[in-house]
């Protein structure tokens, strides 16, 4: 089994785009601590291979993230730097943010907009297509039919 985590050492590591953006990693140069991989562009690899570990100067700060947690019928409840949300048809939403990210990470989860249980289902979300400051938003019951959801979004720069 492989140790991951110490307690002295703090880094940043950057993973793929097919995955999460970014990840704190306690020890990144320690004994079987997840590694960066240059080769695939800075992929992690947790196998502790032979792979050269991210200096810390790779580990460049990033904006607090932003998000908006957004109603059924595409109001926005709260958030942080985010302008304004839009229910664009049936589960099909857009929200803008304060800046352009293009260059970011979104991550969306189907939820309630206060407190109770939140009903399942599928969301997805893509940059916005002619909005550089927009996040397009498309919510799905569990069989997969377009439906309105709450929903979370987070991005993370």
């Known amino acids: 089994m492989h140790r991951i985590f110490t307690r002295r050492r703090t880094g940043i590591a950057s993973l793929g785009a097919a995955g999460?953006?970014?990840?704190?990693l306690a020890g990144v140069l320690g004994a079987g601590a997840a590694q960066a991989d240059p080769a695939s562009g800075g992929n992690v690899a947790g196998d502790g291979s032979?792979?050269?570990?991210?200096?810390?100067a790779i580990a460049a700060p990033?904006?607090?993230?932003?998000f908006a947690v957004v109603s059924p019928n595409g109001t926005l409840v709260r958030g942080r730097n985010a302008v304004s949300a839009f229910r664009l048809a049936a589960g099909n939403?857009?929200?803008?943010?304060d800046r352009?990210?293009?260059n970011c990470a979104f991550v969306g989860t189907a939820g309630?907009?206060?407190?109770?249980?939140?009903?399942?289902?599928?969301?997805?979300v893509a940059q916005r297509s002619g909005n550089v400051n927009g996040v397009y938003v498309d919510t799905r019951d569990s069989q997969g039919f377009t439906i309105d959801r709450g929903f979370h979004l987070v991005v993370v720069c």
């Open 20 to 24: 999460l953006v970014t990840a704190a």
């Open 112 to 124: 309630s907009t206060g407190g109770g249980n939140p009903q399942g289902g599928q969301i997805a």
């Open 100 to 102: 352009d990210i293009r």
């Open 50 to 56: 032979s792979r050269a570990a991210a200096p810390a």
């Open 93 to 97: 939403y857009e929200v803008i943010f």
């Open 62 to 66: 990033f904006d607090d993230p932003r």
